[in-house]
């Protein structure tokens, strides 16, 4: 997980980013704007402490794009 931004969380966790704001103040971590950007322990540490998990959305836990298969080839056609 990489460094997301507060704003970014907000959105995914569905709500304000004063509120997001708000809670990592109280939980002692330092945070600017909304468009600061926070750590994956700082995220965890987040989560944990409003009872809520990302929900896969946003850039906090979302995997690269899938790719489909290659179709294979025909077997045998010239």
């Known amino acids: 997980m990489a460094k997301v931004r ?3 969380l907000a959105k995914e966790l569905g ?3 004063k509120a997001v704001m708000a809670k990592l103040t109280e939980l002692g971590e330092f945070v600017r704007s909304a468009s600061s950007t926070i750590e994956a322990p700082v995220v965890r540490k987040l989560t ?3 009872g809520v998990a990302p929900t896969g959305g946003g850039s906090a836990a ?4 899938r790719k489909p298969a ?7 056609s010239a």
Do not use: F
């Not at 290659?70 to 045998?76: E, Q, V």
């Open 6 to 8: 507060v704003y970014e």
């Open 70 to 76: 290659a179709p294979s080839p025909a077997g045998g």
């Open 15 to 17: 709500l304000e980013s």
């Open 62 to 65: 979302k995997p690269g794009p």
């Open 48 to 50: 944990d402490a409003l």
